[in-house]
């Protein structure tokens, strides 16, 4: 009995070894040109006064050139001064700002969508920043590919205190599972806080989008492409086209978005993404219940220690790759602590996930 948990959690070892070599696959790119290419940058936002003029400005600063591009501001059903102060902006050459047609996001981005002027579409959110080189590295990737979706880099702001410490290495084990999915031909999901795609492949997949589930526009369209023959989908692996996240101020706020994600899962169809789900999720478990009986029978102490040495090794593979590609190696002191009580976590955003009411943020 007590041997049958290693032999369950060894399928999380393996599947995860196979994303670390997806990982050291991984090559930087370099942009070479512009690509001439007209690309529509859109921005899906609702209440967010404080944000819009940091990544509004950001945007202007690009170094693109400013008739090659435009920016699309969607208001869905804002109560803030969200749309005036997106009206009221004019240092970008081509912006507009528009009221969504339905309600939601998803309903915000097929209004962006339609209205948008290039082939190009790349989507982020308001509370993002991004690099001058952010745009022309983009363009310059999809030029060279010819890929049908570009995944690129989403980093956390640094945040203080031990949570924030957490949530920053618990977010790049996150970009790590989706560059070396993508990277192996099997991408379980992307974020479309810094995501690009063509806007016949947008248009070509809008009803696979799940419009009755509040969030997950951007993995649906992935699993969505996915399933189509001969669709070219890539990780970009360029720091200059990485978008910095904000960091959510509060537990409640991390709980509530992690369980959003989650509350996706039941409408996942893509036989990656779901054997990964269950085999975490059993691993997880495993990590929860093996120590709770080891308060009566002591036996499953050493069980449970050798099942997380076993969780852990891949993902400190992982973690310390991403860390590292990322310049935030430092944060691989919080490790051991961010493992033990990783369950903890996966356990109560579970919960959020299926006992809490869905919105939009």
């Known amino acids: 009995m007590q041997w049958l948990v290693i032999i369950l959690v060894l399928p999380y070892f393996f599947l995860l070894l196979r994303v670390y070599r997806g990982l050291k696959k991984l090559k930087t790119y370099k942009p070479e040109n512009n690509g001439n290419q007209f690309v529509s940058v859109i921005i899906a936002c609702r209440n967010e006064q404080e944000h819009l003029p940091c990544i509004l400005n950001n945007l202007r600063e690009q170094i693109y050139p400013s008739e090659l591009f435009e920016v699309i501001i969607v208001d869905d059903n804002s109560t803030d001064s969200t749309f005036r102060i997106a009206s009221s902006f004019c240092e970008i050459?081509?912006?507009?700002?528009?009221?969504?047609?339905?309600?939601?996001?998803?309903?915000?981005?097929?209004?962006?969508?339609?209205?948008a002027k290039g082939s190009l579409i790349v989507?982020?959110?308001?509370?993002?920043?991004?690099?001058?080189?952010?745009?022309?590295?983009?363009?310059?990737?999809?030029?060279?590919?010819?890929?049908?979706?570009?995944?690129?880099?989403?980093?956390?702001?640094?945040?203080?205190?031990?949570?924030?410490?957490?949530?920053?290495?618990?977010f790049l084990g996150l970009?790590?599972?989706?560059?070396?999915?993508?990277?192996?031909?099997?991408?379980?999901?992307?974020?479309?806080?810094?995501?690009?795609?063509?806007?016949?492949?947008?248009?070509?997949?809008?009803?696979?989008?799940?419009?009755?589930?509040?969030?997950?526009?951007?993995?649906?369209?992935l699993h969505s492409l996915k399933k189509k023959r001969g669709s070219k989908i890539e990780w970009m692996e360029a720091m200059e086209a990485a978008v910095i996240t904000a960091s959510p101020l509060s537990t409640g706020k991390f709980f509530k978005q992690r369980g959003r994600w989650i509350s996706k899962a039941p409408a996942y169809?893509?036989?990656?993404?779901?054997?990964?789900?269950?085999?975490?999720?059993?691993?997880?478990?495993?990590?929860?219940?093996?120590?709770?009986?080891?308060?009566?029978?002591?036996?499953?102490?050493?069980?449970?220690?050798?099942?997380?040495?076993?969780?852990?090794?891949?993902?400190?593979?992982?973690?310390?790759?991403?860390?590292?590609?990322?310049?935030?190696?430092?944060?691989?002191?919080?490790?051991?602590?961010?493992?033990?009580?990783?369950?903890?976590?996966v356990l109560i955003s579970v919960c959020y996930g299926f006992l809490l009411p869905r919105s939009w943020n």
């Open 93 to 115: 050459k081509n912006i507009s700002v528009l009221k969504n047609n339905g309600r939601g996001k998803k309903a915000a981005l097929i209004t962006a969508v339609n209205a």
């Open 123 to 170: 989507t982020t959110d308001a509370d993002c920043i991004m690099q001058k080189e952010w745009l022309h590295t983009i363009s310059s990737f999809s030029h060279a590919s010819g890929t049908d979706m570009i995944v690129c880099p989403v980093m956390v702001a640094e945040s203080k205190g031990v949570f924030g410490r957490f949530a920053e290495l618990e």
């Open 175 to 221: 970009q790590g599972v989706t560059a070396g999915t993508l990277a192996q031909g099997s991408g379980i999901m992307c974020n479309g806080a810094n995501l690009a795609f063509r806007k016949e492949t947008f248009l070509s997949n809008i009803n696979n989008l799940h419009p009755e589930i509040a969030s997950g526009d951007d993995v649906f369209l």
């Open 269 to 345: 169809k893509d036989i990656n993404t779901i054997i990964m789900g269950i085999v975490t999720f059993v691993t997880i478990l495993l990590l929860i219940v093996s120590p709770a009986i080891a308060l009566f029978d002591i036996t499953f102490i050493y069980i449970y220690i050798v099942a997380l040495i076993i969780k852990s090794i891949p993902d400190y593979l992982i973690l310390d790759r991403t860390t590292t590609r990322y310049g935030k190696k430092k944060l691989m002191s919080w490790f051991i602590p961010s493992q033990v009580i990783y369950p903890l976590y």
